[in-house]
């Protein structure tokens, strides 16, 4: 239900954008990341209609999450990327109708499969 695309390889400092298509019910929704022996970290969440955005420190400034509910779509958009965002990125949806806009991973029940992105120096 919860799908994920784009990815792959990128250069330091160049740009990739990802995409996920969720269930037209869903409420927040959002972005985490997992790399080799860390544990699965938040990046960004966005509230229905897209009124309300949240980032984590790591990438503010950098990256820019949208909402097109027309199309039950979100999008990540990862500018000046960096080595250390190399990691399995996954959307994740909150079909809780009081979870607005979820920074943690207990707020969402939704989830997609990961997708890669690699960003090479």
């Known amino acids: 239900q919860v799908e994920e695309f784009g990815g792959g390889l990128v250069q330091a400092g160049g740009s990739s954008k990802l995409s996920c298509t969720a269930p037209a019910y869903v409420y927040s929704m959002g972005w985490f990341r997992q790399s080799p022996l860390k544990e699965r970290e938040f990046v960004a969440a966005?509230?229905?209609?897209?009124?309300?955005?949240t980032y984590s420190d790591s990438v503010k400034g950098r990256f820019t999450i949208s909402r097109d509910d027309d199309k039950n779509t979100i999008t990540l958009q990862m500018n000046s990327l960096k080595v250390e965002d190399t990691a399995i990125y996954f959307c994740?949806?909150?079909?809780?109708?009081?979870?607005?806009?979820?920074?943690?991973?207990?707020?969402?029940?939704?989830w997609g499969q990961g997708t890669q992105v690699t960003v090479s120096s």
């Open positions: 994740a949806a909150s079909s809780y109708i009081e979870i607005v806009l979820g920074a943690n991973s207990y707020d969402y029940d939704l």
């Open positions: 966005i509230s229905r209609g897209g009124h309300a955005t």
